[in-house]
């Protein structure tokens, strides 16, 4: 592979930039969803594949993410708000994690949240019942990132097949 030549160089960028964003549901630093999207809006703007191939692959790329962020709201706050688990817990979890993620780098996150919503539960619940709908607000969050990852993958698999087909 010769990375002199701009189309190779151009795929190789916007492979790894895609790749960054499906890590980045995981790693809170990285915007993952948006950086895969943005990988494939690269390779449509600087690749030198067809326009009629391109422009359609950019296309779907971005309804698939459009969807995958609305969905990633959606479901885990539709399970939660089923659960009994308010608003008000988890914006004190989002608080302690944003707090816990300057404390202790990565996992303060985590931490943070999982330590926020207990204790918004059990102010409101009492001990004994905060950890159940604290479980709840952690399968929320899995789901959530489970369904952002699932959408970057569709992303990278979408990007790969339209660099197979140029």
Excluded: C, H, Q
Excluded at 8 to 19: E, K, Q, W
Excluded at 48 to 68: E, F, H, K, N, Q
Excluded at 121 to 133: I, K, Q, T
Aim: charged content about 10%; cysteine-free.
């Amino acid at each position: 592979m010769d990375l002199s030549e701009s189309a190779t160089s151009v795929n190789v960028i916007a492979g790894v930039v895609i790749a960054a964003g499906a890590l980045g549901v995981f790693l809170p630093v990285l915007p993952g969803l948006l950086l895969s999207w943005a990988g494939v809006l690269l390779w449509a703007l600087l690749s030198d594949a067809s326009a009629a191939l391109r422009w359609p692959v950019l296309a779907v790329a971005t309804a698939i993410a459009a969807a995958g962020t609305i969905v990633k709201y959606l479901w885990p706050g539709r399970k939660l708000k089923t659960a009994g688990v308010p608003t008000t817990s988890l914006l004190a979890g989002g608080a302690l994690g944003l707090i816990g993620f300057f404390v202790i780098p990565v996992v303060g996150l985590v931490l943070g949240f999982v330590l926020g919503v207990w204790a918004a539960e059990a102010a409101r619940l009492g001990r004994e019942r905060a950890w159940p709908s604290t479980r709840r607000a952690i399968a929320a969050v899995g789901l959530s990132m489970l369904v952002e990852f699932a959408a970057a993958l569709a992303i990278a698999v979408l990007w790969v097949f339209g660099v197979l087909a140029a």
